[in-house]
């Protein structure tokens, strides 16, 4: 079993009366690092094992078969990263089977809830960076309100962008300035944007989105987000290529 660090919480608190009035309040708020490593599995507990063996059959069936091969670990962080570059650029890639072409996307940070080694990807790393329900959705924003979102990306440090779009922020979140595809945001303008359903409906302080138009969100099974990452890693498996992806400078912060 690979080492992991589990945080355990342990909360000391009076347990709550029907009443509101009660006054009861926590005391005490203690936590620990407890590190789980392949001493526990030197004594197999051998019903537990029993009972979960059929189980375990059945998902690792699911889970286990490999969907592409990364070239270098892949990760997530603010304000750019090489796995939040990747995944904004497969919401863009993914356009052409929806009659899309979009100008960019954004792939909020948050929603990428693991990362990728390098080597072999299975369904289940997918489903570990991409847990969630989240479906494609392709929306038009006027230039002004692509200047609204790209402040709001910088107010929180950073969001995946797609390639071609260049962002300048300051280290107390302010934007400093925006280019898209080498080009200024013409505020009249109107620009057709991927996303996640999720991101489009204004959550993750990007409100910017709420005022968008023309949007387009199937609403299929098919649709969700890690599908669309598998069939990218699959296409690019069957051409002999593995997925990379680099850290370009599509948000740099500056003093």
């Not at 979009?102 to 299975?122: E, L, Q």
């Not at 230039?143 to 910088?154: C, S, T, Y």
């Not at 069957?238 to 990379?244: C, L, M, N, Y």
């Amino acid at each position: 079993m690979c080492k992991k660090l589990i945080s355990s919480i342990f909360v000391s608190a009076a347990l709550l009366c029907a009443s509101c009035s009660s006054g009861y309040r926590i005391v005490v708020f203690e936590r620990s690092r407890i590190l789980i490593d392949s001493v526990y599995d030197r004594t197999e507990d051998k019903a537990a094992a029993d009972f979960i063996r059929p189980y375990k059959q059945h998902v690792d069936s699911i889970m286990s078969p490999v969907v592409g091969r990364t070239s270098e670990y892949l990760y997530a962080e603010k304000p750019e990263s090489n796995l939040s570059n990747l995944l904004a650029d497969i919401l863009v890639w993914c356009g052409k089977d929806y009659g899309e072409r979009p100008d960019f996307a954004i792939y909020n940070i948050g929603g990428i809830r693991s990362a990728f080694a390098k080597g072999d990807v299975t369904y289940g790393d997918v489903l570990d960076v991409a847990p969630f329900e989240n479906k494609i959705c392709f929306v038009t924003l006027t230039g002004d309100k692509v200047m609204e979102l790209f402040r709001q990306i910088a107010a929180v440090g950073g969001e995946g962008v797609s390639r071609g779009v260049e962002l300048v922020i300051t280290k107390d979140g302010r934007l400093k300035s925006a280019l898209l595809g080498g080009k200024g945001i013409a505020l009249d303008g109107k620009y057709r944007v991927a996303t996640l359903d999720y991101v489009a409906q204004g959550n993750d302080n990007m409100s910017a989105f709420k005022d968008a138009t023309a949007v387009k969100s199937p609403s299929g099974k098919d649709n969700n987000v890690r599908f669309i990452i598998m069939k990218y890693m699959k296409e690019r498996m069957a051409q002999g290529k593995s997925v990379s992806s680099k850290i370009e400078g599509r948000i740099k912060i500056e003093d």
